[in-house]
């Protein structure tokens, strides 16, 4: 929620070039109203949310076509994700929420967008989630060895792509709290909008005792395909976590803890589901954690762990290329969803197409 992502792709067949890449920052007051979303929060509130972020949305898509020198005739489509204010993928109830009004998008732009990008997987008995890993298969897979991608946003979600030349399936799900953990305790603690570099973490020590606790979460020993988010990992959550150790610890040693939290359940997915991998490459905004890319390191001994900087894709635009991609693959009519990574029963075709003009 601290900006928007936007990543201008030229696409031809499978080979993608990042032509730019910039994230827009969103205003405190709308970040604020966002933060504040629960399931109690009234619909009319959504509602408005939904369009402002949408114009937003669309004067952001506007800005990087300007910066970039790329005319907007060019522009075939845009990919919104949209922001997630409701995730709930148990059955048979299972439900997302993306806010980002997409005629808003469309209308501003003039450009065709492609939006809601969740929910036909999940009509399909699908989680919705993630859907990252269609975006790593076509930048980080190799011909004869095995690469996990892990993506560190609020949450985190890591891919495993076996070579091309095997036979096994692509698989991965939500490892469970990325970012939203650390980022919502040091706002409460310190007023700051993350922990940079992770130093705050690296101030204190990790508590063993409370991070078991947290790890004994029924979240981490659930079997994919599985996903989640902030209406499960949330200061609630955490506070409750809190009071059943019912133990004062330092501010900076909770930290430290949260932080091993994303480090130690990032690592045991994939040495559970990945364990013959040789390369872990980290992408999202918790790549540029300097303090949590060691604790990687240090958890991943066997690995070779690097963030996707290092192979020539900056790291925070990612995601946001993925949804550039499955824009693409919704006007081509190529399905968006990897089943074995989501648990839809068939391939589909993802996202509503918004027209901005008649054909």
Known sequence: MDAIDCALLNVADKNITLTAYQQY????????????VNKDTAISTICRLDVSLGKIFAGAALSIIDESGVKKSEIVAIGSHGQTVFH???KPTACSLQIGDANSIAH???????????????AAGGEGAPLAPVIHDVLFRQND???????????????????RN????????????????????????????????????????VNEELLQQLLS?????????????????????????????????????VQATLLALTAVSIADAIRQHAASADKVIICGGGAHNLHL???????LEGYEVCSSDALGYNPDAIEAMCFAWLARCRLEEIPGNIISVTGASAPRLLGAVYQATAK
């Open 166 to 205: 095997s036979k096994r399936e692509i698989s991965g799900f939500d490892t469970g709290p990325g970012n939203v953990l650390m980022d919502e305790w040091i706002k409460q603690n310190k007023q700051q909008d993350y922990d940079k570099d992770g130093a705050w973490a690296a101030s204190g020590r």
């Open 293 to 299: 890319m060691q604790a990687l390191h240090n958890n």
């Open 88 to 90: 709930h993928p148990e």
């Open 145 to 163: 060895s095995d690469t996990v991608v892990v993506n560190i946003g609020g949450m985190a979600n890591f891919t495993y792509l076996p070579a």
């Open 217 to 253: 979460c029924h979240y981490f020993s659930e079997a994919p395909p599985k996903s989640t988010g902030r209406d499960d990992f949330n200061l609630d959550w955490l506070e409750d976590q809190m009071a059943v150790f019912n133990r004062a610890l330092p501010e900076q040693e």
């Open 25 to 36: 920052p969103i205003d405190h007051a709308i970040r604020a109203v966002l933060k504040s």
């Open 108 to 122: 501003y732009t003039g450009l065709t967008t492609v939006a809601d990008f969740r929910c036909m997987d999940m």
